[in-house]
């Protein structure tokens, strides 16, 4: 027998299968998919010893288990391989050129970022003033569609007394998200999914953690105010910027609709 031969397309195979694990660890740290995958293991090398043994009807049970374990992962890990096709689809959503952007878009994010950013400003200025919670959600690339759909639909032009009005304490709307499209409001009292990182610090509200959520599945730029400190936050791209000065936050907000 001789060396076994390695060449590019071997490298390129490992690479790509580690690249694909450490993705998934990375999605599945924090849940129970560890535990679960374990437990799978487990019973893998019990039904390899039970057939070393010869116990046929234990065997046999476990065989038809097994033999549906395809199914059983797909059912079990459907969190994790939802969230594993967002990374993937954000990923290469973001790393499309200005040319193809504008192309398959049909519109230009850039000039469209000026007519209603100072009214979303101005009412997170005011709502911070007054510690009044918020949860704003920016429409980029990423269709929000499917997340307005949870909420109670508006269709208004944005404007600071109306992000106010629904963000009032004693509204009907002033729970959940608001999306905004296109300089219209979508909807409101929307449901966003709460992320799943277990470094978040553990004094993040379920505004923050909502907003971790939303900027980890989608590409929105997205304004957090918290209820209890009035203190104005921005989740982007899996990360959240904390403390933002009220007179700082329309250059941030429309320097992130521009990258």
């Given at each position: 027998?001789?060396?076994?031969?390695i060449n590019f397309?071997?490298?390129?195979?490992?690479?790509?299968?580690?690249?694909?694990?450490?993705?998934?660890?990375?999605?599945?740290?924090?849940?129970?998919?560890?535990?679960?995958?374990?437990?799978?293991?487990?019973?893998?090398?019990?039904?390899?010893?039970?057939?070393?043994?010869?116990?046929?009807?234990?065997?046999?049970?476990?065989?038809?288990?097994?033999?549906?374990?395809?199914?059983?992962?797909?059912?079990?890990?459907?969190?994790?391989?939802?969230?594993?096709?967002?990374?993937?689809?954000?990923?290469?959503?973001?790393?499309?050129?200005?040319?193809?952007?504008?192309?398959?878009?049909?519109?230009?994010?850039?000039?469209?970022?000026?007519?209603?950013?100072?009214?979303?400003?101005?009412?997170?200025?005011?709502?911070?003033?007054?510690?009044?919670?918020?949860?704003?959600?920016?429409?980029?690339?990423?269709?929000?569609?499917?997340?307005?759909?949870?909420?109670?639909?508006?269709?208004?032009?944005?404007?600071?007394?109306?992000?106010?009005?629904?963000?009032?304490?004693?509204?009907?709307?002033?729970?959940?998200?608001?999306?905004?499209?296109?300089?219209?409001?979508?909807?409101?009292?929307?449901?966003?999914?709460?992320?799943?990182?277990?470094?978040?610090?553990?004094?993040?509200?379920?505004?923050?953690?909502?907003?971790?959520?939303?900027?980890?599945?989608?590409?929105?730029?997205?304004?957090?105010?918290?209820?209890?400190?009035?203190?104005?936050?921005?989740?982007?791209?899996?990360?959240?910027?904390?403390?933002?000065?009220?007179?700082?936050?329309?250059g941030k907000i429309?320097?992130?609709l521009k990258s």
């Amino acid at each position: 027998m001789g060396f076994i031969t390695i060449n590019f397309i071997d490298i390129l195979d490992i690479l790509v299968v580690a690249l694909i694990m450490y993705y998934v660890y990375r999605i599945a740290r924090g849940t129970p998919a560890p535990s679960i995958l374990l437990g799978i293991l487990l019973i893998y090398l019990i039904w390899f010893v039970v057939r070393a043994l010869g116990m046929e009807l234990l065997s046999e049970i476990l065989g038809s288990i097994i033999s549906v374990g395809v199914i059983a992962l797909i059912v079990v890990f459907q969190p994790e391989i939802r969230r594993f096709l967002q990374v993937l689809g954000n990923r290469g959503m973001r790393r499309r050129n200005k040319f193809w952007d504008k192309l398959l878009s049909l519109r230009d994010v850039k000039t469209a970022t000026h007519d209603y950013v100072p009214s979303v400003a101005e009412a997170c200025a005011e709502m911070s003033a007054s510690r009044t919670g918020a949860l704003i959600l920016i429409q980029r690339r990423t269709e929000l569609a499917p997340i307005a759909e949870t909420g109670v639909a508006i269709d208004a032009h944005t404007t600071a007394p109306l992000l106010r009005t629904i963000f009032f304490k004693n509204s009907p709307l002033h729970d959940g998200a608001v999306i905004i499209n296109d300089g219209r409001i979508m909807a409101a009292r929307c449901i966003l999914p709460s992320t799943e990182d277990t470094d978040v610090p553990v004094f993040f509200g379920m505004r923050h953690r909502a907003a971790m959520g939303a900027s980890e599945a989608t590409d929105a730029v997205i304004v957090v105010i918290s209820e209890q400190t009035g203190a104005i936050s921005i989740a982007h791209n899996g990360r959240i910027e904390r403390d933002i000065a009220p007179d700082a936050l329309r250059g941030k907000i429309v320097a992130l609709l521009k990258s």
